[in-house]
């Protein structure tokens, strides 16, 4: 069991400890060119209980054993067995600890899966989440064992000047032949998914930073040559992440030097490796030339996020994989909150929610659910999705929202002092909660186990003569793939009674059925139960899952009427975008459902004329305001229209009301771009973003309602910051394709900014997205383009990933020359790197809801590709379970 070697199912109900308890490990990484070797002690002993003939199994993937002794003698071949995948070994002593030395030999050069340790532009990097120390060494690689790792690096002076690893530094020195060495010292237990050693010639940016109880921090985040400048952004984002943590959640720093290291190759986002955070440089490197907004955005994020696990997620680690929301949720959840007292709070609420619709709704309701918490896996890297991280945050936030703020730190406080040091589980979790409010969560640890979006229907009821307002809500959850259970769950639901004043009315509540009322929350804890409110001499406007306190689908029997008031008097600003982003996903959704080719109107007037009221109102943020006008994308409204989908439907839908708000704005978006226009330099603050973010979307709209492509145009030529350009560009190829100026202002890009990957995956990312008629031969000439290449997950994102989530148009063509161009490619990246194979090959997972025709072409092409007998497990578990 807790073995994925074999192909077979992980399963939570199968959880044990490991016979052997580790206690130490002791570790020297010889880098060559071509190679490196290692040698491991650990220090062992059979656990109290376990019988004394039981074998240690220890944990390998493609690795070659060098040496194993025991107490520093060999080990005789019939005591052990060695094979790529494992190493076991028997007759090792009764009661008494004990060393065993493992040696390997590893080639980082041939490590193509980015997995373990590797080389990126030369630098030797390690990636060990969630299982690639078994690619170093042979170990028990897994969360639940925990040690101190002292780590000895040696590597050639010239070739790696810098050495480190995690913990601190306590020796340094030079060895013959022109190599050196260093020595670090991680005092803290930790599992090995969190062990990370990088060498190589590096700059750096150094600064210190002092806690609260004055303790001294080296930070220091490592570049490849030439671009430590450019880390100043992520630099300020740290040192305010570490600042919020001591007076958000009381978390201090507890090394004496924390590191960042950019790496250009690199399959996610980034690691928390305890003191040695390895980031994708994507996070970490940029400036107003060549980074947008919404990487800034990025950077700050990441850092906070990756900082934030040192707390969670470090210090209190998993007990086993099926646990990983216990850590990625609880993170996500605090990153969450932090940018939205670093930035602006509503706007963030609206962006996270944005993010959980577009990417974990579908998840949820598509034949890749899982419960928050899985019950089994064949591979566990399928297992960082959407719903294990943002709605893993909802189900934190949901918990704050029940306990309320205080209540919330009482419990955050009990989970840090009751299991600091240890591998935990959800249970030991929600105790703390439960201890420290006095409340049961029983039924609400429901939440982590029960797949699915429920979905809330709310009725109201006016009764003028007994001026009492009722409220039904009733909740249900359908079986969906994962065939989990739908027993109702707690649902905290913020509201307002708004008066025609726009203002809330705090009228007496009374509930009946499962639900209670606290303050402006409604607890509902059964399927059905009214809420009645006395004493109202009106009817008021019910304001209804307020930031969305609970991840559902809202059904609620609103008048159009009702909500065109609502969305300009609620006081809640979340509700007022939810209110016109509802509106106009149901007219999108409906119209989506209507032939190819017909012309009635997407939207209505009065929803087009209520957008442009909010978009007109000075006295909301900017940032708000762009907000209100992004529309949802393609897929989103593909999921509303819910079945017999037809993509250029979808389209051409979205591209009529873009256009009708564009022309009947018209007026007001160019007074607005006049009023955003600035010569103030560059600030990458959520303001100034606010403005650029409001001011290109009136931009888009323009150009959108008049088909006159030339003030994108001057606006890429007289740019000067990427936040502006790339909007420009991006209006140009997505909407004038046949232009000009398009294929120059292209080729302008290109040639500025042809020397920076990260800012070359923005132009082929612009062009794989672009929905023309020859968009599959267009992106098959990107991947013939010099600069593409299959071994950098940035660059396979920018043009396969952003192709097939981000074209619709093309990846769905009718004759399924999309669905084939990219089958084709999953199974070229799959030899090179199976996680991002599968990652990407998530995109298929619609298939069902689509017309008959592109539905037979998408199911064969998956069926052909799970068939094929050569996909690495990664890749197959995703094509096997889409077509459940
Ligand atoms: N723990 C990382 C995070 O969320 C995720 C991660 C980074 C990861 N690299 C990975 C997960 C590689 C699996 C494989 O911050
Ligand atoms: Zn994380």
Excluded at 212 to 229: D, H, P, Q
Aim: proline share 5%.
């Amino acid at each position: 069991m807790l073995r994925t070697d074999d192909g077979q199912t992980v399963k939570l109900s199968e959880y044990r400890p490991t016979d052997f308890i580790l206690s130490g490990v002791e570790m020297t990484i010889q880098l060559f060119e071509g190679r490196a070797d290692i040698v491991t002690h650990l220090r062992l002993q059979r656990r109290a209980g376990v019988a004394a003939d039981a074998a240690l199994h220890l944990d390998g993937d493609d690795l070659l054993l060098e040496s194993l002794a025991l107490d520093g003698n060999i080990v005789a071949p019939q005591n052990y067995e060695a094979t790529p995948g494992s190493l076991v070994v028997s007759n090792l002593p009764e009661s008494e600890p004990f060393t065993l030395t493992v040696e390997t030999r590893i080639v980082p050069e041939q490590n193509t899966r980015l997995m373990g340790l590797y080389r990126s532009n030369g630098i030797w990097c390690t990636q060990c989440e969630a299982e690639g120390f078994r690619r170093i060494t042979y170990f028990l690689d897994r969360p639940d064992v925990l040690a101190p790792y002292k780590v000895r690096i040696e590597a050639d002076k010239a070739a790696a000047p810098v050495l480190l690893s995690n913990g601190n530094p306590v020796e340094t020195g030079d060895l013959p032949d022109g190599r050196h060495f260093a020595v670090w010292d991680d005092p803290f237990n930790k599992p090995s998914y969190l062990f990370a050693i990088v060498a190589g010639d590096l700059d750096a940016m150094l600064e210190t930073f002092t806690t609260a109880s004055g303790r001294e921090v080296t930070l220091g985040i490592y570049t490849e040559k030439g671009r430590a400048g450019q880390a100043g952004y992520a630099m300020d984002a740290l040192k305010r992440s570490m600042v919020w943590d001591e007076r958000r959640f009381g978390r201090e720093y507890d090394l004496d030097v924390f590191n960042v290291v950019a790496i250009a190759d690199f399959n996610m986002g980034a690691m928390e490796n305890k003191g040695l955070n390895i980031f994708n440089h994507k996070y970490v490197l940029l400036d107003s030339n060549i980074a947008t907004d919404a990487d800034y955005g990025g950077v700050e994020t990441v850092i906070a996020h990756e900082y934030f696990h040192n707390w969670t997620g470090n210090r209190i680690t998993c007990r086993d994989w099926f646990q990983l929301c216990l850590k990625e949720g609880l993170t996500v959840y605090r990153d969450q909150e932090f940018s939205a007292d670093e930035r602006e709070p509503t706007v963030q609420r609206i962006s996270s929610v944005r993010r959980l619709k577009a990417h974990q709704f579908p998840e949820d309701q598509g034949p890749l659910q899982h419960p928050v918490r899985p019950g089994e896996y064949r591979e566990i890297n399928n297992f960082y999705t959407a719903t294990v991280y943002d709605k893993g945050a909802e189900l934190v936030r949901m918990i704050a929202t029940i306990l309320g703020r205080e209540g919330f730190r009482k419990g955050m406080d009990l989970y840090f002092e009751r299991h600091d040091g240890e591998a935990a589980t959800i249970e030991d979790f929600l105790k703390c909660f439960e201890d420290a409010s006095g409340r049961d969560l029983t039924q609400f640890a429901l939440w982590y186990a029960q797949a699915g979006t429920p979905t809330l229907s709310v009725s109201e009821n006016y009764d003028s003569a007994a001026r009492r307002h009722e409220v039904t809500f009733r909740q249900v959850l359908k079986k969906g793939a994962a065939g989990t259970g739908t027993a109702p769950m707690p649902l905290p639901i913020r509201f307002g009674l708004v008066g025609r004043n726009g203002q809330d009315n705090d009228a007496p509540a009374r509930a009946s059925g499962p639900a209670s009322v606290d303050g402006d929350v409604i607890l509902l804890e059964g399927a059905e139960a009214t809420v009645s409110f006395e004493g109202l001499g009106e009817r008021p406007y019910l304001s209804v899952l307020r930031d969305f306190s609970a991840p559902v689908t809202l059904e609620h029997d609103q008048s159009e009427t009702d909500r065109l008031a609502l969305a300009r008097l609620d006081p809640n600003l979340f509700n007022r975008w939810r209110l016109l982003s509802d509106l106009v996903g149901d007219a999108l959704a409906t119209a989506g459902r209507r032939p190819l080719g017909d012309q009635t109107a997407a939207l209505g007037d009065e929803v087009v004329d209520a957008i442009l009221a909010s978009i007109g109102d000075r006295g909301l943020e900017p940032a708000f305001r762009a907000q209100v006008l992004g529309l949802p994308g393609e897929p989103e409204v593909a999921r509303q229209v819910g079945e017999n989908v037809d993509p250029d439907r979808v389209h051409e839908v979205l591209e009529s009301a873009r256009a009708a708000i564009g022309s009947k704005g018209m007026a007001l978006f160019e007074s607005l771009r006049d009023e955003l226009a600035s010569d103030a330099p560059f600030s990458p603050d959520a303001a100034s973003a606010g403005r650029r973010a409001l001011s290109n979307a009136a931009l888009a709209y323009i150009t959108a309602g008049s088909g006159d492509a030339q003030s994108a145009v001057d606006q890429y030529e007289s740019a000067s910051n990427m936040t502006d350009r790339l909007a420009a560009l991006a209006i140009l190829s997505h909407r004038f394709p046949e232009h000009p100026a398009t294929s120059e202002s292209l080729d302008d890009f290109y040639k500025r900014f042809e020397t920076d990957e990260l800012v070359l995956d923005k132009w082929f990312a612009l062009q794989a997205v672009a929905p023309a008629s020859n968009a599959v031969e267009a992106v098959t000439r990107l991947t013939e383009h010099p600069r593409f290449t299959l071994r950098n997950p940035n660059r396979v994102r920018a043009v396969v990933g952003s192709f097939a989530a981000g074209n619709q148009v093309a990846f769905h063509r009718p004759d399924g020359s999309g669905y084939r161009w990219v089958a084709d490619r999953l199974i070229e990246l799959d030899k090179i790197n199976p996680q991002i194979a599968a990652r990407i090959a998530t995109t298929f997972r619609a298939w069902r809801s689509l017309e008959p025709g592109r539905r037979g072409k998408a199911e064969e092409t998956l069926r052909k590709l799970s068939e094929s007998n050569s996909l690495s497990k990664d890749l197959q578990d995703i094509v096997d379970r889409s077509l459940k």
